[in-house]
């Protein structure tokens, strides 16, 4: 049956264990989160020896996995088993479990992990186990939404962080929950209880400005800043970690390709409505570049992308002479 985290949470921290856990969805941080409660905390550490497997969906035999959730635990009350990569199984070896999940040992927690997409709706399987499991499917959180997300995950860890500083996590890290989570799990360390985070916490302790980011660069971008620009691409020369090229090119992509969808609806509030959440750097494009000028743009990026991949032949270009051609060919 699906489910919710709220629901599957709070059943796992009464030890309200089920027989089969389906999880899946294009988020991993919620599959892990679920996934390793599980596992360090429905057996004691003396009862694992001999009644917790882990099995990865590429090397994985389909019928170990299930000889394994069928056996009955040893001088336990249960056993784990535990499928991780679960999305590499065929849909041949799906078909392995589908009387299982139509009846589980109630003795055995079987959890698959199956992580980037879902099995499709259409097989037999996927409708025995969207009926018969707990069934959770794992979205990705919206950009508009991720600054409240990072607050209250901060709010979690006895920190605080201001409004800045948040939107500065998500607009570098980007929608990647377990990356912004192990970043501020960092701060954690290195804080004291009930700190602030602010942006020159971030710069000093992660190593992102508020000054020189993707983010203010992509804005000098799209503000025809010819002179900011530069001056960040010859930072993130000296400063490689600040702006990997290939996140800069995927921010950009992103953006003008939101404003290329302004440009063809004509309206931001329509655009929004169909594509969600757009940044004002991106409504604000409208008045800086002209839609056949966005849609060079966006070959430019394509083309810049493929150079950085070492796809076509650069000379001795680095990644800061690339940006540089990159910018001089957007602006100029």
Known sequence: MAATLESIWKNLQTKKFEPVYFLCGEESYYIDLIEDFISNNAL????????????????????????????????AERRVVI????????????????????????????????????????????KIIEKKSVYFESKKVGEDALPNWISGYVKKKNFSINTEASKVLAE???????RISNEIDKLSVMLGDNTEITSEIIEKYIGISKEYNITEFNNAIIRRDYSKAMKMVLYFEKNPKAGPIIAILAYMYNHFSKLFVVHQIKDVKAATAI??????????????????????????????????????????????????????KIIK
């Not at 550490?45 to 040893?74: C, I, R, W």
């Not at 070896?93 to 709706?121: C, G, M, Q, R």
Request: hydrophobic share 35%.
């Open 44 to 75: 004691e550490p003396h009862e694992k020896d001999f009644n917790y497997s882990m099995f990865y969906g590429k090397d994985a035999d389909p019928m170990s996995v299930l000889n394994d959730a069928k056996q009955y635990p040893t001088f």
């Open 83 to 126: 499928v991780r990569e679960a999305q590499d199984f065929k849909v041949k070896d799906w078909e392995t479990f589908e009387k299982y999940v139509e009846n589980p040992v109630a003795s055995t927690i079987l959890v698959f992990a199956h992580k980037n997409k879902t099995l499709d709706k259409r097989t037999k399987i996927a």
């Open 172 to 178: 570098n890290l980007g929608n990647d929950l377990s």
């Open 275 to 328: 594509i969600g959440w757009i940044p004002a750097d991106v409504s604000n494009g409208v008045r800086y570049y002209n839609p056949l000028k966005t849609q060079e743009i966006l070959h430019l990026l394509c083309e810049y992308d493929a150079k950085a991949k070492g796809l076509y032949a650069t000379g001795n270009n680095s990644n800061a002479d690339l940006l540089k051609e990159l910018v001089f």
